[in-house]
């Protein structure tokens, strides 16, 4: 149970172009999903956080009409990165929230999205 | 800097037992979690521990919790090959997860 999928796995984009990445949690409705960025060696940074129905709420230092994300519904969130540019490459990674009375909210995570922009 | 904090490296023989320490500086948070990341791959969610434990064991893990010194371990017993990875531990502040760096985990034959 509680697994989460991202699509594409990896991609490669020519500088300029806008690149669209899905998340989807298979066995559970999600009441919030996340999405971070990972650079080499480093940790996750969060960059927003989403409910169905509502706008992101994006961290300090995250430009939102960069990054726009959609959740349109409870297993499906996207995340597109428009105008990518070279400083935009790194591994996108998003996870999905369950909620249950044991654990509280516990985030389960895609697999990730490795974006190489040339 | 960072809330929460890891060693970055760890080498341990094969069969030995690996101990991953981690701070963090929340004392309000409610759950704290170990993930488990391989390369190339997302973070799977190993283990995790309420704030009002003091230890939980599952299998070959078992987690401690000084609440007083906001210090939390895993320890993996029988390391094998295949727990090569990198590990996170993050503490809950709120909704949201705060991730300590990452401990690299080794395992040598």
């Known amino acids: 149970g509680a697994v989460v999928s991202q699509h594409p796995s990896w991609v490669i984009c020519k500088s300029g172009t806008s690149v669209k990445i899905e998340c989807r949690s298979l066995?559970?409705?999600?009441?919030?999903m996340f999405w971070y960025r990972q650079f080499p060696k480093q940790s996750l940074m969060l960059m927003a956080t989403?409910?169905?129905?509502?706008?992101?709420?994006?961290e300090q230092g995250v430009e939102k009409d960069k990054f726009l994300i959609n959740h349109a519904s409870l297993t499906l969130s996207t995340l597109t990165v428009t105008s990518a540019h070279p400083e935009d490459s790194s591994f996108y990674i998003c996870?999905?929230?369950?909620?249950?009375?044991?654990?509280?909210?516990?985030?389960?995570f895609g697999p990730g999205t490795r974006l190489l922009v040339l | 800097g960072e809330d929460v904090e890891q060693s970055l490296f760890l080498s341990v023989r094969e069969g030995d037992s690996s101990v991953i320490n981690c701070t963090y500086t929340?004392?309000?948070?409610?759950?704290l979690y170990w993930y488990k990341q391989e390369p190339g791959a997302g973070l799977q969610l190993l283990t995790y521990?309420?704030?009002?434990?003091d230890m939980k064991q599952d299998q070959r893990l078992t987690v401690l919790l000084n609440k007083k010194d906001k210090h939390l371990s895993l320890r993996i017993a029988d390391t094998q090959t295949g727990d090569s990875a990198i590990y996170f531990c993050?503490?809950?502040?709120?909704?949201?997860?705060?991730f300590g760096a990452g401990t690299t985990v080794t395992v040598r034959a």
């Open positions: 996870s999905a929230g369950q909620r249950t009375a044991r654990r509280g909210e516990t985030q389960y």
């Open positions: 993050a503490e809950s502040m709120g909704y949201k997860l705060s």
């Open positions: 521990i309420f704030s009002n434990m």
């Open positions: 066995d559970f409705q999600a009441t919030t």
């Open positions: 989403s409910n169905e129905g509502s706008k992101a709420t994006y």
């Open positions: 929340d004392s309000s948070s409610t759950y």
